[in-house]
T-cell receptor, first 114, second 115 residues
Framework: AQKITQTQPGMFVQEKEAVTLDCTYD???????LFWYKQPSSGEMIFLIYQGSYDEQNATEGRYSLNFQKARKSANLVISASQLGDSAMYFC???????????FGAGTILRVKS | DAGVIQSPRHEVTEMGQEVTLRCKPI?????LFWYRQTMMRGLELLIYFNNNVPIDDSGMPEDRFSAKMPNASFSTLKIQPSEPRDSAVYFC?????????????FGPGTRLTVT
């Protein structure tokens, strides 16, 4: 079974600064995928970034990067140059080797201050 | 592409009534997922389909919940009879598998309130 832990219920960051949102995972699968989603106050779930367990390079998508440390079983999301529009709930999720369902963490609320 | 379409966006009903939530996945996607989001339990997978076939329904809370996918472009989640504890936001998501990431694309959600 997969488990995702997000230990930061809430985070504040100053506009234009970088912020790291923590995610640790637990699985016995050798092959798995890690995802980050953003949920703004409007409620929709927006896919941000993906990292495969065998990917050697950390994933990047624009201002988003995933700091993948396999030995530590962590998959932290780094947002560079924060913008006010980044204020939202962020979910880390995981897919195991079998099937393609996702297990989600509890989420971290990010507030960007001007 | 129009994205995942869900209807209705909001539903208010009385306890005991039947509720049907609808979902149209992204064209070409062959996996469909139903999630429920509440403050207490977070985001939970209820059921998912591959190629219209239910694969894992272990998250369906009770026999009052049922889901169908009669074809590749339509799915329903039905609650009968509804109870106040069913109040939540219900998301439908779709993905293409096999794919490199199998990332899921979510619909806007249906906010269900059972009084």
């Amino acid at each position: 079974a997969q488990k995702i832990t997000q230990t930061q219920p809430g985070m504040f960051v100053q506009e234009k600064e970088a912020v790291t949102l923590d995610c640790t995972y637990d699985t016995s699968d050798q092959s798995y995928g890690l995802f980050w989603y953003k949920q703004p106050s409007s409620g929709e779930m927006i896919f941000l970034i993906y990292q495969g367990s065998y990917d050697e390079q950390n994933a990047t998508e624009g201002r988003y990067s995933l700091n993948f440390q396999k030995a530590r079983k962590s998959a932290n999301l780094v947002i560079s140059a924060s913008q006010l529009g980044d204020s939202a709930m962020y979910f880390c999720a995981m897919r195991g080797s079998y099937g393609n369902k996702l297990v989600f963490g509890a989420g971290t609320i990010l507030r960007v201050k001007s | 592409d129009a994205g995942v379409i869900q209807s209705p966006r909001h539903e208010v009903t009385e306890m005991g009534q039947e509720v049907t939530l609808r979902c149209k996945p992204i064209s070409g996607h062959n996996s469909l997922f139903w999630y429920r989001q509440t403050m207490m339990r977070g985001l939970e997978l209820l059921i998912y389909f591959n190629n219209n076939v239910p694969i894992d329904d272990s998250g369906m809370p009770e026999d009052r919940f049922s889901a169908k996918m009669p074809n590749a472009s339509f799915s329903t989640l039905k609650i009968q009879p509804s109870e106040p504890r069913d109040s939540a936001v219900y998301f439908c998501a779709s993905s293409f598998a096999p794919g490199s990431a199998y990332e899921q694309y979510f619909g806007p959600g249906t906010r269900l309130t059972v009084t």
